[in-house]
């Protein structure tokens, strides 16, 4: 079965600098979706950046971007210029490219930013 | 603009009674889900269904039930609720006719239950 770790439980970072937060995750597939869901105290989840494991290029979306490890199994995820919007519960998840579509969630990282 | 929508938004409740959380969604998407999220657990997932007639178990689907009503309709039903249901639970959409690359999930706002 597949598991995704999310190592800090909490981070902090100064508004206008860079944090990088954590995941890695196992699974025995060769191909499969990685993605970073943010969660604001609204609770609304937002799909922050999305990776297929069959690409080598690193995904980014503006300020965000992710180093994708897949021989390590390792996601992280790169804030750059943090803003105080991007203060928030930040999932890594998983998806299998075979069968349904279920993904499975990390248990989270609280994001803080420091003004 | 196409929206999944989530009611109550908030519940709270007595040990014993059966509540419904309703799910809606304009997308047009074919396949739904439910989700229960614990503090420090992430996202477990309760039932899904890829069509009105065909609706399955997730990891977590023991004292819950669900209802496609609609392609557009997905409840979901506690029958007799219990204090270690207190969640948040969301639903969420895809659609299947994107392909698997494409074929990302948007949730819902959540619903907070709280069962006393």
């Known amino acids: 079965a597949q598991t995704v770790t999310q190592s800090q439980p909490e981070m902090s970072v100064q508004e206008a600098e860079t944090v990088t937060l954590s995941c890695t995750y196992d699974?025995?597939?060769?191909?499969?979706?990685l993605f970073w869901y943010k969660q604001p105290p609204s609770r609304q989840m937002i799909l922050v950046i999305r990776?297929?494991?069959?690409?080598?290029q690193n995904a980014t979306e503006n300020r965000f971007s992710v180093n994708f490890q897949k021989a390590a199994k390792s996601f992280s995820l790169k804030i750059s210029d943090s803003q105080l919007g991007d203060a928030a519960m930040y999932f890594c998840?998983?998806?299998?490219?075979?069968?349904?579509?279920?993904?499975?969630f990390g248990k989270g990282t609280r994001l803080h930013i420091l003004p | 603009d196409a929206d999944v929508t989530q009611t109550p938004r908030n519940r709270i409740t007595k040990t014993g009674k059966r509540i419904m959380l309703e799910c809606s969604q304009t997308?047009?998407?074919?396949?739904m889900y439910w989700y229960r999220q614990d503090p420090g657990l992430g996202l477990q997932l309760i039932y899904y269904?890829?069509?009105?007639?065909?609706?399955n178990k997730g990891e977590i689907s023991d004292g819950y039930s669900v209802s496609r009503q609609a392609q557009a309709k997905f409840s979901l039903s506690l029958e007799s609720a219990i204090p270690n249901q207190t969640a948040l639970y969301f639903c969420?959409?895809?659609?299947?006719?994107?392909?698997?690359?494409?074929?990302?999930?948007?949730f819902g706002p959540g619903t907070r239950l709280t069962v006393l």
């Open positions: 269904s890829f069509d009105v007639k065909d609706i």
């Open positions: 969420a959409t895809s659609d299947s006719r994107l392909g698997i690359t494409y074929n990302e999930q948007f």
């Open positions: 997308k047009g998407h074919d396949r």
């Open positions: 990776q297929e494991a069959y690409k080598q």
């Open positions: 699974t025995s597939e060769s191909d499969y979706y």
């Open positions: 998840a998983y998806r299998s490219a075979e069968g349904y579509d279920k993904i499975i």
